[in-house]
């Protein structure tokens, strides 16, 4: 079936450098789309999201991109800090107004100071 | 401002015992609603979600179930737990996008 992946399931960075995860995604359907980090034991805390009708959004550090020509999501954190270590899971809405989320399998950021 | 709970925060539970989950949202109402599971190092799976009172939809065959007896009331349910159920249990509601509870861990041993 149709579902959400990444490229790299591990990523390590200096602090201060900036961090790019990916994400590639198959359901052309899909309209919307949400960056989450997670911290060991706790639940996905919101990030940033991304309309189809848009390609680039921009938060305090981060900036989402989206290419829908070769259905690609990725997100983009400046001046990376300890604090970012996490696993970071992009999510698409496949389930039109009902929002049921399709999760990638999750990328695991280092910052190393 | 918002708030989900989820409760207990972790269980640890026999096989074949029963399960009750409970999730309650604050500062909203007539949210939807959906439990998620995560096994370790995985992404989330979406269980069911609910748009309404008494509203449940299931989105994979399973030994669990869900019920909505209040609008802002979300429980998860079996009535004998497998090892395979051991995760760790995510509530979310659904504003502005969707925001994700504290979670359940559950271990069945």
């Known amino acids: 079936g149709e579902s959400v992946g990444l490229h790299l399931p591990t990523l390590s960075v200096q602090e201060g450098d900036n961090s790019i995860i990916n994400c590639a995604y198959s359901?052309?359907?899909?309209?919307?789309f949400i960056w989450y980090k997670q911290e060991s034991g706790k639940g996905p805390q919101f990030i940033i999201d991304?309309?189809?009708?848009?390609d680039k959004r921009q938060g305090q550090r981060v900036t989402v991109l989206l290419n829908k020509t070769v259905k690609h999501l990725s997100l983009q954190i400046a001046a990376t800090q300890p604090g970012d270590s996490a696993v970071y899971f992009c999510?698409?809405?496949?389930?039109?107004?009902?929002?049921?989320?399709?999760f990638g399998k999750g990328t695991l950021l280092t910052v190393n100071p | 401002s918002q708030t989900i709970h989820q409760w207990p925060a972790t269980l640890v539970q026999p096989v074949g015992s029963p399960l009750s989950l409970e999730c309650t949202v604050e500062?909203?109402?007539?949210?939807?609603l959906y439990w998620y599971r995560q096994a370790a190092g995985r992404g989330l799976q979406l269980l069911f979600y609910?748009?309404?009172?008494?509203?449940i939809s299931s989105e994979v065959p399973q030994n669990l179930s869900a019920s909505r007896p209040q609008d802002r009331q979300f429980i998860l349910s079996s009535k004998k737990l497998l090892l395979s159920d051991s995760g760790f249990y995510l509530c979310?509601?659904?504003?502005?996008?969707?925001?994700f509870g504290p979670g359940t861990r559950l271990l069945v041993l």
């Open positions: 979310a509601w659904k504003g502005e996008t969707q925001y």
């Open positions: 359901n052309s359907a899909s309209d919307y």
């Open positions: 991304i309309r189809s009708n848009m």
């Open positions: 999510a698409e809405n496949s389930g039109g107004s009902n929002y049921k989320l399709t």
């Open positions: 500062g909203t109402s007539n949210p939807n």
């Open positions: 609910s748009v309404g009172i008494g509203q």
